[in-house]
């Protein structure tokens, strides 16, 4: 299929800021018209793997998201916890003072 072919079809989808800056930026680095070639060109790698393929890297990737979320909820829980305590610290010492 080539670039230039007519297309008929659109396909829409949102992307975060940081997605859309590395879309803007790969498309001015390789010379494409915009990011919707460089959008097409990473579907149709993504295409070109056998569908059995497709679903293990999709979840590969949905597990480290997954994991990755997690991560982030417990280090804030634990950066909550570790203010907590240096909060009570703080009024000890400030307590043991004459």
Known sequence: MSVFQRKSRLVSFRVSEEEYECLRRTAAI???RGISDVARFAVRKVL???L???NG???QDWH???SVAK???NLEQVTHRMDEIV???D???TAERP
């Open 57 to 59: 890297l999709m979840n």
């Open 71 to 73: 991560l982030t909820h």
């Open 52 to 54: 059995e393929e497709q």
């Open 48 to 50: 070109a793997i056998p």
């Open 87 to 89: 909060q009570r610290l």
């Open 64 to 66: 480290v998201e997954e």
């Open 30 to 32: 390789h010379g494409v």
């Open 91 to 93: 009024l000890l010492k």
